[in-house]
C-alpha cells in the first residue's frame, strides 16, 4: 500500500526495489570485523562495502528510471500521488529547501523503508 502511495503503483514482492531493501538491511545489520579491528577496513574482508556500493547503485538506477518514466508520463497523468507532487515542487522550484534529483530519490528511500 506504501508504494502505491508514493509510486502510483504496486511493486511484486520478487521485485528489484524490494531486493535491494532486503540486501540493505542484511549488509547494515551484519557484523563488520572491520568496526572491531579498524586496520583491516580497508582490506573489506567481508565484502560489504562492496555489497553497499552495489545496492546504492542500482537503487539510484531504479530511482532515476522511475523518475525520468513518471515526468513524462506526468503530462498525461489527471491522479497525482507523491512522487508527482515532488516533481511538481521541482519543476515550479517554489520550495522552502534545496530539491533536486538526489533529494527527491532519497525522500523516497526514506519513504519506501518506513
Known sequence: MTCRMIFGRKFEAGSMLKAAVREVMATFGAVNFADFF????????????????????????????????RRLLSITQ????????????????KADIPL????????LLVCDET
Open 100 to 107: 533536486d534529483r538526489a533529494s527527491i530519490k532519497a525522500i
Open 78 to 93: 489527471q491522479e497525482q500521488d507523491f512522487l508527482d507532487i515532488l516533481l511538481a515542487t521541482l519543476a515550479e522550484g
Open 38 to 69: 579498524p586496520f583491516l577496513r580497508w582490506l573489506d574482508v567481508q565484502g560489504l562495502h562492496h555489497r553497499m556500493k552495489e545496492v546504492s547503485r542500482s537503487l539510484d538506477e531504479f530511482f532515476e528510471r522511475l523518475i525520468e518514466e
